[in-house]
């Protein structure tokens, strides 16, 4: 009776899922709606059409007033703003304070790229967004939002990927471009499009406690390949969904992007063009570094550039344009189980020992219970080596199972552990990771 009851729970939560779904996809449509979305299809036919001829009439004058009373904006500075163009790749944790402080300036027209969709675990950070717009693309939230605070602002979300064949067609639309993103590969793009159409670049970025912000490609200035002409490896580069942020970390740094693209349209103070500003969240301090100019042999901006035309960038960096897990492949499959493999080990109490690779934090939020902590970064320490060796013998085993988030560190320990035990033991990764077991084995199992 009891199984049948747990049966008949399961499907009435599927049957709750499947609703919600389509009440999401009414409300993503219905979103669509109120924010002309363009697409690749549009781009050609959507032109961004500079403003001429602004002058303040008494409702501008009355927004802008605590902004136009600074001598060294005024008026004129105000009339630049107005008739000016930004362009904001990325609208989660750095884009939505961007956005909206540029359309409080009165920014002129705002282009919102993202081809992301709003989930739960955005909201803390990206703070333009809310729980009723969850499943709906975040391009169109943040236009909403922006119409919601100034209608005279003119906005256009781009709900697609960005790629080399529409790069460049986009930011020669407008005045600046804003690289608020979470990837390498499409920093490199966005760079490289920007000194082809000799645009200015406000470069952000944010993790864990610190930020960083930075102006490529202005004022004899160095763009981004002048200081990195080559990516980072990939296994080298952690973003929020790995490493994790405190939301106001890139809320300050968005602001920050923000005040940097008003300086340049209105042409005071003095930008971050030969700057690096480098933030601590976590002690509450700014420093700047000074940063060596343009360099003439640059591949792209330099004086005989051997980058003329944008390439395939993930190709380059070796990884996706994307903050989103593309999971690794380390292993063959025979070194391999899935989650309902290794459930049916852990039910049948086969002897064996489950290292789970995740940092104590982690475990601290979920895990399975009898796992053995060992964070990746000391799996190939001999104190690792002499835990699991103690416990295999206590079980009468020698078969190890790795198990962490999602399924890729996973697999990193079990090359390591592999050459520390030798052959005479097993060891495998578990596919997918904790992830996977809340997906496929027990929907009560949180993700995170």
């Known amino acids: 009776m009891e199984d049948r009851t747990k049966e008949d729970l399961l499907e009435d939560l599927r049957k709750k899922e499947l609703e919600i779904q389509a009440l999401k996809e009414q409300l993503k449509n219905q979103s669509k709606n109120l924010a002309?979305?363009?697409?690749?299809?549009?781009?050609?036919?959507?032109?961004?059409?500079?403003?001429?001829?602004i002058e303040l009439d008494n409702k501008s004058i009355a927004r802008y007033s605590?902004?136009?009373?600074?001598?060294?904006?005024?008026?004129?500075?105000?009339?630049?703003l107005l008739s000016s163009s930004a362009l904001i790749v990325g609208c989660g944790g750095l884009g939505c304070p961007a956005a909206i402080y540029l359309a409080a300036a009165g920014i002129g027209c705002i282009g919102l790229l993202d081809y992301d969709v709003i989930e739960i675990s955005n909201l803390h950070r990206q703070v333009l967004h809310t729980e009723e717009r969850i499943g709906v693309p975040k391009a169109v939230s943040i236009a909403q939002a922006i119409t919601a605070l100034n209608k005279d602002v003119e906005v256009v979300p781009y709900d697609f990927v960005l790629t080399s064949e529409v790069a460049l067609q986009l930011v020669s639309k407008y005045d600046l471009v804003l690289d608020c993103t979470d990837n390498v590969a499409t920093r490199y793009l966005l760079n490289d499009a920007c000194v082809m159409a000799d645009k200015p670049l406000v470069s952000g970025s944010a993790l864990r406690y610190e930020g960083q912000l930075t102006v490529y490609?202005?004022?004899d200035g160095p763009c981004y390949r002048c200081l990195h002409p080559k990516p980072p490896p990939p296994e080298t580069v952690t973003n929020c969904s790995d490493g994790g942020v405190l939301g106001a970390v890139p809320g300050t740094i968005g602001c920050l992007q923000a005040l940097e693209a008003l300086k340049i349209i209105t042409n005071?103070?003095?930008?971050?063009?030969?700057?690096?500003?480098?933030?601590?969240?976590?002690y509450g301090t700014f420093r700047t570094v000074k940063l060596r100019g343009h360099k003439s042999t640059c591949e792209v901006c330099g004086d005989n550039p051997s980058i003329t035309k944008l390439i395939d960038y993930e190709q380059f960096c070796g990884a996706a344009a994307t903050d989103k897990d593309t999971g690794l492949s380390l292993l063959g499959r025979e070194k391999r189980i899935t989650v309902e493999e290794y459930k049916s080990i852990r039910d049948s109490k086969t002897p064996h020992i489950l290292v789970d690779t995740r940092l104590p934090v982690e475990q601290e939020i979920c895990a399975l219970p009898n796992s053995i902590n060992i964070p990746m970064k000391q799996i190939d320490k001999e104190k690792s080596r002499d835990i699991i060796q103690s416990n295999l013998l206590s079980q009468g085993s020698k078969q190890v199972f790795c198990i962490c988030r999602r399924g890729n560190d996973s697999q990193k320990a079990v090359l390591e552990l592999s050459q520390l035990l030798g052959e005479e033991y097993e060891v495998k990764d578990i596919i997918g990771g904790l992830t996977a077991w809340a997906n496929k084995i027990d929907s009560s199992y949180p993700v995170y």
């Open 36 to 53: 002309e979305v363009c697409t690749v299809k549009d781009l050609a036919s959507h032109p961004i059409l500079p403003r001429t001829n």
């Open 66 to 80: 605590r902004q136009l009373i600074l001598p060294e904006l005024g008026p004129k500075g105000q009339k630049k």
């Open 268 to 282: 005071i103070g003095s930008p971050l063009a030969q700057s690096l500003l480098l933030f601590d969240g976590l």
């Open 217 to 219: 490609h202005y004022q």
